[in-house]
T-cell receptor, first 115, second 116 residues
């Protein structure tokens, strides 16, 4: 149980385009989803916390207009990287939890490469 | 905010040996300490966790110890196998209550290589 799926797993696109990444909880309803970014050989850095039906809370230094997060349902959150540039290339990982009394379950990440 | 330091950054052992990874944290409010295993191209998978009201927890070949006074916790893997090779991350999280889970702050990761 507690499966989190991300799509796509890998995307390459040209500089200036926008890219949408989906995070789905497959067998549970997630009141909270988290988005992380991981650069090569580095740790996971939390970007934002998303609660269903409300605006995401962004960590310091993360541009909310650059990284748009939508959590419109209890099983789906999306991260849109707007006007992506090469420096946005990274591994983006989401996690989801049912409620604050449950641990986070992680997806398998999305490798984003901006040319 | 919380700061988690993890050592060593790389660890190489022979199959059958034990491996120990250590982490320290800064925020005394942290009370939940999970350990994750991340394989190449995958997301992190929870392998064991511990809360601050417990000093040690064991699950088969994996154990975690916590010293709340010193603010450090460690992962112990015994009888290592090649399939244990991966990147391991510790994390710390405050909780609003005894069973709740807050925001995770991760350590820098340890690349474990188990040689057959």
């Amino acid at each position: 149980g507690a499966v989190v799926s991300q799509h796509p797993s890998w995307v390459i696109c040209k500089s200036g385009t926008s890219v949408k990444i989906e995070c789905r909880s497959l067998d549970f309803q997630a009141t909270t989803m988290f988005w992380y970014r991981q650069f090569p050989k580095q740790s996971l850095m939390l970007m934002a916390t998303s609660n269903e039906g409300s605006k995401a809370t962004y960590e310091q230094g993360v541009e909310k207009d650059k990284f748009l997060i939508n959590h419109a349902s209890l099983t789906l959150s999306t991260l849109t990287v707007t006007s992506a540039h090469p420096e946005d290339s990274s591994f983006y990982i989401c996690s989801a939890r049912m409620d604050s009394n449950q641990p986070q379950h992680f997806g398998d990440g999305t490798r984003l490469s901006i040319l | 905010g919380e700061n988690v330091e993890q050592h060593p950054s790389t660890l190489s052992v022979q199959e059958g040996d034990s491996a120990v990874i250590k982490c320290t944290y800064s925020d005394s409010a942290s009370n939940y300490f999970p350990w994750y295993k991340q394989e190449l191209g995958k997301g992190p998978q929870l392998i064991i966790d511990i809360r601050s009201n417990v000093g040690e927890k064991k699950d088969q070949r994996i154990a975690v110890t916590l010293n709340k006074t010193a603010k450090h916790f460690s992962l112990h893997i015994t009888e290592t196998q090649p399939e244990d090779s991966a990147v391991y991350f510790c994390a710390a999280s405050p909780g609003a209550g005894g069973t709740s889970y807050g925001k995770l702050t991760f350590g820098q990761g340890t690349i474990l290589t188990v040689h057959p």
